[in-house]
């Protein structure tokens, strides 16, 4: 009886959350299409689409599948971006990208960090741009987000960092080439600087290859070394959730969420080339997927008003931190070759 009884609170679970996961996969598959046909960032047509179709996150049949969405759904994604990378691929390059990508990625994070605090912001957002700007653009910036506490301008500042890191992004993707060719810097070495650089993995391959197969290949490894960091960057972020709960006397999180410990295990087993290849690229595909829906969720959860609040500070804050990126890569570049 008890069987039964659970399994039918399950189907009546599922029933509940199947109108709102039904209409961020609906967003999901326009911004696909739209961003095939139209070249733009996939995460920013679904930022856009998500906000347009807000009035579904009221009292209505779609709240509970929107919140499941943007919360556990957004959790598996990231989970599966460890189907990705591999620890072969990134023993390869050597050590000079990796020292490049570790560096730049804490020096990035902690400057964006304090001059979020001197500009009057929390630490934590700070964390999340800086974060969004030195891993792996909209997609870090959703891990991150997931493993930082809940608090009333959390959703605001996530929405807000997608939308300025894709941006970013794409105005990178056209102007790093034009930099790199300005330099002078052979494949290998632009390859190392696009893909250590622009801050989504599309945008990364997309001016990799449009300068040279050599420097694609280069600069799609060195983006994938900064997916790798999410792991160590979402431990950082729950240990300053950790004290601060401390302070608060109140529930500590997790010092390992359990999307984190899934990426680092897929890792590992995608490392052992046991796993077929079509079902690393497909687990991969439907992490993006599982990521755009997200982004639709949350963009569903946010009213437009609320993002005109944010002010010209935290446009500088994000602009900010992608020229210190940029500059300091190629200030590494140099030291390490």
């Not at 919140?67 to 390059?93: D, H, P």
């Not at 891993?135 to 500042?157: D, F, Q, T, V």
């Not at 694609?216 to 601060?244: E, H, N, Q, W, Y």
């Not at 077929?276 to 959860?301: D, H, Q, T, Y």
Request: glycine share 10%; with cysteine.
């Amino acid at each position: 009886m008890s069987t039964l009884t659970l399994t039918a609170a399950g189907r009546e679970h599922a029933r509940t959350l199947f109108p709102g996961v039904l209409a961020c996969a609906v967003v999901a598959a326009a911004s696909t299409f739209l961003a095939e046909h139209y070249g733009a960032p996939v995460m920013l047509f679904a930022l856009l689409l998500g906000m347009a179709m807000n009035f579904l996150s009221g009292d209505g049949p779609c709240a509970a599948g929107i919140e499941f969405t943007a919360r556990q759904v957004l959790r598996i994604g990231v989970a599966l971006l460890g189907l990705r990378i591999t620890v072969g691929q990134i023993a390869e390059m050597g050590w000079p990208p990796v020292a490049i990508v570790v560096l730049s990625v804490i020096l990035t994070i902690g400057v964006s960090m304090l001059m979020a605090k001197l500009m009057g912001f929390q630490t934590l957002f700070g964390l999340l741009s800086g974060g969004a700007t030195a891993i792996c653009g909209a997609s870090a910036a959703l891990a991150i987000a997931a493993a930082l506490p809940a608090h009333p301008g959390k959703e605001r500042a996530t929405l807000f960092t997608v939308v300025g890191v894709s941006v970013l992004s794409t105005v990178s993707m056209i102007v790093y080439p034009m930099v790199v060719h300005a330099l002078g810097l052979d494949a290998r070495l632009a390859g190392i600087f696009l893909g250590a650089t622009i801050h989504d993995v599309a945008q990364v391959v997309g001016a990799g290859y449009s300068m040279s197969k050599e420097t694609g290949d280069v600069a799609t490894f060195v983006k994938l070394m900064r997916v790798a960091m999410l792991v160590p960057v979402i431990v950082f972020a729950v240990m300053r959730t950790r004290s601060r709960a401390d302070q608060a006397d109140g529930p500590r999180p997790p010092l390992l969420p359990w999307f984190a410990v899934a990426f680092a295990v897929l890792v590992a087993i995608n490392s052992t080339g046991w796993l077929p290849g079509a079902v690393a690229n497909g687990g991969s595909e439907f992490s993006r997927w599982c990521l755009v829906a997200a982004i639709g969720g949350i963009g569903m959860k946010t009213q437009v008003k609320e993002l005109a609040t944010v002010g010209l500070k935290p446009v500088v804050l994000m602009l900010g931190e992608t020229v210190f990126l940029a500059v300091l890569v190629l200030m590494l570049l140099r030291w390490a070759t």
